[in-house]
């Protein structure tokens, strides 16, 4: 141990001990970051009002409470659904503009790029009460319809960057090969590009599907009705006072978006990393 | 000549077109960002000029310099924010040094402890604070009993809290840009600069340091300008203390149903998102910075 201490531990022969601080200080940082969220897992199962930790009492009863509550259900259901036609839709929206971007080379791709990106840059305010307005005109408002829409622009420019880097590490040459064979464009996208990005496409769909999956302040002004999203009323809820039912739900969500990264890592491998 | 001149001609024309085709592939794309984002927003624009009486007006503007409310709101948010983006380069840059010295394998291993919370709802994490930081919550309790306060404190429902809350959501935007830059690092820079006798702390801060700034300048944007667009977080942890500029838009149209109000206060937020982003893009490569989040 002390001769570790004593180890040059970089490039400038500076020693472990000599930044011991560092590692003490990145732990810490690194416990800080995770704790807060994992340690809703366990008070979840409390049987407390108070939502203690370690629970004195284990029960369901917080579980129960929400599968019990059809408004509870009624909202998961639409979180899903509109979680899961948004990845369906964002996703070939996507690569198929990226792909459009990446082969065409007239003037206009930058300013289609940045447009497409800028989803990600208008603080997300704006875009909900701007869809708040033309959902209102178009009778889109409380629509799962309006939702998906809404929720697919934010879900864009993640999928535009994640294959558009895909494909620039593309050897577009091969394309071109399988069309000087015969090959039709789209036959060609489709039997030899397609399946050499599709890690990034399938990244690109988890996390489609969590973007809307997680969205919240859109969902406040154009779902509701018979459409609440599970995020709305979990807002709502924490506005007015701690329920413990929330702490239920956000063990589940924890758990689908750990599900999404697993899945992420299977499919996603090889498209090199995050 | 002239039959090769043609077929030059033909093929130009048809290279013309097939690119045309290939742009005309992102249409639906934009077309959907046209409908929900770029109409609306020009209407709000438009909306933000017309007075209570219909008529075309400065009053919505006007009204924002002469309340003095709407001058905090805009001195809150940039506290907020310039705060947060501090916050997070102090703890978010020694860590991802920490994390970038590590062999590969241990550092993806560790890597997962920033990529969960990112992965993660916003709203759970918000929540997961509101418990730790509450009267009765784990943090009091904890404290109290390590003798560090005697009686409960207020730590949450304020700026304290406010600001926890948000470091720990922008903490990943901050160090996954600045990891990416220190792994680019020719190591062989600190061994020749070593060599040439340089301390560490020397080789640190001239040579390591300057060459981390582009990643360091990325994140630290990207925060401060989720940071002045941010909602949920400060109205939930906030307590009604802090108020930023997107929870007064959001009052304006829930509560008092004043578009007007709502959309000039918009148009504000987007010009000043908008100018830093314009102006920070002629130092950083933005494609980067938003390529680097994932």
């Known amino acids: 141990m002390l001769n570790w201490l004593k180890r040059p531990a970089s490039e400038t022969q500076i020693t472990h001990g000599q930044r011991l601080w560092l590692y003490v200080f990145a732990t810490v940082v690194m416990l800080l970051l995770v704790t807060p969220t994992l340690i809703v897992i366990p008070m979840s199962f409390s049987d407390s009002q108070y939502l203690e930790f370690p629970p004195e009492t284990w029960s369901l009863r917080w579980y129960k409470s929400y599968f019990n509550s059809p408004e509870w259900m009624n909202a998961t259901f639409t979180s899903l659904k509109a979680a899961f036609l948004t990845m369906l839709v964002a996703t070939p929206v996507g690569v198929i503009a990226a792909y459009g971007l990446h082969t065409s080379r007239v003037a206009w791709v930058r300013l289609a790029f940045m447009l497409l990106i800028t989803p990600m840059m208008v603080p997300v305010v704006l875009v909900a009460i701007g869809a708040f307005y033309v959902f209102v005109k178009l009778n889109l408002l409380y629509s799962l319809t309006g939702l998906v829409l809404a929720h697919s622009i934010l879900a864009l420019p993640l999928v535009l960057i994640v294959t558009g880097s895909a494909l620039k590490s593309y050897d577009m040459n091969q394309e071109l090969a399988a069309r000087s064979l015969g090959a039709a464009r789209w036959k060609a996208f489709v039997t030899i590009t397609l399946p050499q990005i599709r890690f990034a496409v399938v990244t690109a769909a988890l996390l489609a599907f969590l973007t809307s999956f997680d969205e919240v302040v859109i969902a406040m002004f154009i779902s509701g009705g018979d459409n609440p999203t599970l995020t709305r009323n979990m807002f709502n809820a924490l506005r007015d006072q701690i329920d413990p039912t929330i702490a239920a739900i956000s063990t589940i969500m924890i758990g689908v978006t750990t599900l999404m990264m697993i899945l992420a890592q299977i499919f996603g491998r090889g498209s090199g990393g995050k | ?294």
Not at chain 2, 104 to 133: C, E, G, H, K, Q
Not at chain 2, 186 to 215: C, E, I, M, Q
Request: some cysteine; glycine content about 8%; charged content about 10%.
């Open chain 2, 1 to 294: 000549m002239v039959a090769l001149d043609s077929n030059r001609e033909g093929l130009r024309r048809d290279g013309r077109l097939e690119r045309l085709r290939l742009f005309g592939l992102s249409s639906p794309a934009l077309l959907m960002v046209l409908v929900v984002l770029v109409i609306p927003v020009g209407w709000l624009f438009y909306v933000s000029f017309v007075g209570a009486d219909g008529q075309f007006s400065l009053e919505n503007y006007e009204r924002m310099i002469k309340r003095k409310s709407y001058a905090r709101i805009f001195v809150t948010t940039f506290q907020v924010s310039l705060l947060t983006t501090g916050l997070c380069i102090m703890i978010g840059y020694p860590l991802a040094y920490f994390l970038s010295q590590l062999p590969n394998r241990l550092a993806n291993l560790l890597m997962i402890t920033v990529l969960l919370p990112f992965w993660t709802s916003l709203l759970v994490r918000t929540y997961a604070w509101l418990v730790l930081l509450q009267k009765k919550g784990l943090v009091n309790d904890w404290a109290i009993s390590l003798g560090l306060w005697d009686e409960p404190v207020k730590i949450v429902h304020n700026m304290t809290g406010t600001l926890i809350g948000m470091v720990h959501i922008m903490l990943p935007f901050l160090i996954l840009p600045v990891y990416n830059a220190m792994k680019a690092i020719d190591k062989d820079y600190l061994k020749a600069a070593s060599n040439l006798g340089a301390s560490p702390h020397r080789a640190f801060w001239t040579v390591f340091f300057p060459l981390s700034t582009p990643g360091l300048f990325a994140g630290s944007l990207m925060v401060f300008v989720l940071c002045l667009g941010f909602f949920v977080t400060p109205a939930v942890l906030g307590g009604g203390k802090v108020i930023m500029v997107s929870m007064k838009i959001v009052s304006n149209i829930e509560l008092f149903v004043n578009w007007g109000a709502a959309s000039a206060l918009g148009v504000v937020l987007l010009v000043i998102t908008m100018v830093i982003l314009w102006v920070a893009s002629r130092f950083v490569n933005l494609a980067a910075m938003t390529g680097g989040g994932h």
